[in-house]
Nanobody
Framework: QVQLLESGGGSAQAGDSLTLSCTVS????????MGWFRQAPGKGREFVAV????????SVTDSVKGRFLISRDNDKNSIYLQMDSLKPDDTAVYFC??????????????????WGQGLQVTVSS
């Protein structure tokens, strides 16, 4: 049984930093790409960031480029999302996810086959 446990969410002021963590059990993440998505109130789930299996390749969506950094520690079977210079528009529920080997693409939720429960991040101005 694959489980993803997220931690590190909460409330922040604009300009602050938060780091999200996601620890996976049931599958070695060294065999999978890993991603972060978010869902703001009333909106669909949005791709945020992805890291390749060895962590030597990453990609982030344009709206967080230069502010968010995804990383992974395969020995700890964990990934992280360092979020700097937070903005109110970053307010959302954040999800980590395990990429499905059935897809080469990575920016849609159906490209992933296991999900965390979601973490609320609220940024006030």
């Amino acid at each position: 049984q694959v489980q993803l446990l997220e931690s590190g969410g909460g409330s922040a002021q604009a300009g602050d930093s938060l780091t999200l963590s996601c620890t996976v059990s049931g599958v070695p993440i060294s065999t999978r790409g890993m991603g972060w998505f978010r869902q703001a109130p009333g909106k669909g789930r949005e791709f945020v960031a992805v890291t390749g299996r060895r962590g030597n390749w990453t990609s982030v969506t344009d709206s967080v480029k230069g502010r968010f950094l995804i990383s992974r520690d395969n020995d700890k079977n964990s990934i992280y999302l360092q979020m700097d210079s937070l903005k109110p528009d970053d307010t959302a529920v954040y999800f980590c996810a395990v990429h499905s080997p059935a897809y080469g693409e990575y920016d849609r939720d159906y490209h992933y086959d296991y999900w965390g429960q979601g973490l609320q991040v609220t940024v006030s101005s």
